[in-house]
């Protein structure tokens, strides 16, 4: 749908954890009354109908994913299944409930539960600033398959974590982001795709006092994944009061602990490369 100058400058000006929301609500409001264009009177008009109803509209929980599905060539590991699947875990928690009981005053966005899904490393949805974020993960490995020393594989790592020695591509892990582009551009099979599936950052938030999410050892299933959310949902609910976020009851001793669990159960890090 198309939009004036002074409409889109108007939509930059809201902030940003509901810029996303207001956008596609004064579409799919535009669309329902058939004007084929937005203008400054659509979006004040939706904006100001938003705010009314922000507190109706709150669920507990935020999930959101990147555009990968939408045909994103950078996809590492494709998490629609498990996008669903978190989906399902949340609305059964009912994070609303929880929050009702603990927060004085009305609930607003910033109380609800943030959790996002990025399809590969460059992390278009921001996992590193959510309570929970998760990268898709492609970890390459080196198969028998004689090397042709075209020096594809180097050329493509943005983090130079892959080179040549004797003849030999040799990856260093430390490096690696398993973004998997390694693999595409290898003509002779000496690198596949080892380990697929998830990295799990913990803990990150924006406002007064922003934090990074860290990110646990190791590449999940998504099995391993919806227990660590689980996990991570009934740690919420034991400790955090009057709406504290995630982010502030996730001391950096409890992600230590939380680490050490995954380094020490078999499976749970199938693949564990890091840590
Ligand atoms: S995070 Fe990766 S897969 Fe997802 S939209 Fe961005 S570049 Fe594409
Ligand atoms: S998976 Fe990505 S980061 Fe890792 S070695 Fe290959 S290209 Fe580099
Ligand atoms: S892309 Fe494949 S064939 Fe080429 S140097 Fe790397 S491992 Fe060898």
Not at 247 to 263: G, L, P, Q, S, Y
Request: proline letters at 4%; glycine letters at 10%.
């Amino acid at each position: 749908m198309k939009w004036t100058a002074e409409a889109e400058g108007a939509i930059k000006k809201i902030p940003f954890f509901v810029r996303k929301r207001v956008r596609s609500r004064v579409e799919k409001e535009a669309e329902g009354e058939g004007k084929p264009l937005i203008t400054l009177a659509e979006v004040k008009a939706t904006q100001a109908r938003f705010l009314s109803r922000m507190e109706t509209d709150i669920k507990g929980y935020q999930i959101e994913t990147c555009f990968g599905a939408s045909g994103c060539p950078n996809r590492a590991h494709a998490g629609d299944g498990l996008m669903q699947k978190l989906e399902a875990l949340l609305a059964e928690e009912n994070l609303l409930e929880f929050l009702k009981k603990e927060v004085k005053g009305p609930l607003k966005y910033h109380h609800e539960f943030r959790i996002t899904l990025a399809d590969c490393p460059n992390a278009c949805s921001q996992p590193q600033i959510k309570d929970i974020g998760i990268i898709g993960a492609c970890v390459p490995k080196i198969t028998q398959n004689p090397c042709s020393q075209c020096e594809a594989c180097a050329n493509a790592c943005r983090e130079q974590a892959i080179c040549l020695d004797a003849g030999l591509p040799v990856i260093q892990l430390e490096r690696c982001l398993s973004c998997g582009k390694c693999i595409e551009v290898c003509p002779t099979g000496t690198l596949e795709a080892g380990t697929r599936g998830y990295r799990v950052l913990l803990g990150g938030k924006l406002g007064r006092h922003p934090r990074l999410a860290r990110e646990l050892p190791g590449i999940f299933s998504e099995e391993a994944v919806l227990s660590i959310v689980k996990n991570c949902l009934s740690f919420y609910r034991l400790h955090s009061k009057g709406g504290e976020r995630f982010a502030e009851i996730f001391t950096d001793k409890v992600f230590e602990e939380t680490a050490a669990t995954c380094r020490l159960i078999e499976g749970i890090g199938d693949g564990c490369k890091k840590g």
